[in-house]
């Protein structure tokens, strides 16, 4: 990380707003606004600042083609998968022949990609690492779950579940949890004054997301609202169980040693 800037905005509209100039200055400066910014945020729904409200403002925002019906993606989304998993690789008209005996393509929970096709029943989408296009079935988009939002919980994407049909979803707003282990040459954090938010956001998960850019970092809201944050510690809060499977493994070989 090499700036670190602060917009003050103290509504979620004028968050917003500011949001929405850094993707304009992005693009002014030679930045992709889609693939060089990443917004990240606390929580998945119940917030005006929550990922999913984001995402759908940021797609309208950003990817101007036209709306496929009965699909929540168009041709040019970034999308993040939200469950390890293998998935078929996808044809490619006109391209070289596949071999006989194709090898399913393994995508980590978090993985990134963009949408190249999308048909009645899969899309097909190229992975940011790697580049190999996948083929990704859809079934039925369900509704929004409205307990999606893992209010308390450490990990905000623990009861995630995409409403897209499959276990891919967009990804212009991630949460922070997401995006631990990426770094973005642009990164935008929505500092959110929602209860949810603030008993997710710790001093860990502050100092998570202000690591995330490269070139540049940019809080957006106020300065009261990172003080919270870092004064609520959270790292002795963590339920790890390692004294509990030391115990266990004490144990089982002291039965196996009688």
């Known amino acids: 990380m090499k700036n670190l800037v602060r917009l003050t905005a103290n509504t979620p509209a004028k968050q917003i707003s500011a949001m929405?100039?850094?993707?304009?200055?992005a693009s002014a400066?030679?930045?992709?606004p889609i693939w060089d910014v990443q917004i990240l945020t606390a929580v998945n729904?119940?917030?005006?600042?929550?990922r999913?409200?984001?995402?759908?403002?940021l797609q309208e925002k950003l990817n101007q083609r036209e709306g496929v019906k009965g699909s929540p993606f168009r041709v040019g989304d970034k999308i993040v998968n939200t469950q390890n998993g293998y998935f078929k690789p996808a044809?490619?008209?006109?391209?070289?022949p596949q071999p006989a005996k194709q090898v399913d393509i393994y995508a980590a929970n978090g993985d990134v990609a963009r949408?190249?096709?999308?048909?009645?029943?899969h899309l097909v989408a190229q992975l940011l690492v790697g580049g190999h296009l996948i083929m990704i079935p859809r079934g039925k988009?369900?509704?929004p779950d409205k307990s999606d939002d893992a209010d308390g919980d450490p990990d905000p994407d623990a009861k995630e579940k995409p409403s897209t049909g499959c276990s891919w979803d967009l990804a212009y707003a991630l949460s922070t949890h997401k995006s631990q282990g990426s770094e973005f040459p642009i990164c935008c954090v929505m500092l959110d004054k929602y209860p949810g938010a603030m008993r997710i956001a710790s001093r860990e998960w502050i100092y998570t997301a202000n690591s995330r850019g490269k070139k540049l970092q940019i809080e957006i809201g106020q300065r009261s609202t990172v003080q919270r944050m870092v004064r609520n510690v959270a790292l002795g809060n963590r339920k790890t169980l390692l004294r509990e499977r030391i115990n266990q493994l004490q144990c089982e070989r002291m039965v196996e040693g009688l």
């Open 20 to 25: 929405l100039e850094v993707c304009e200055w």
């Open 29 to 32: 400066h030679n930045f992709d």
């Open 45 to 50: 729904a119940k917030s005006d600042l929550a």
């Open 52 to 57: 999913k409200p984001l995402n759908k403002i």
């Open 91 to 96: 044809k490619i008209e006109g391209g070289e």
């Open 115 to 121: 949408v190249v096709e999308i048909h009645p029943k």
């Open 141 to 143: 988009a369900s509704e």
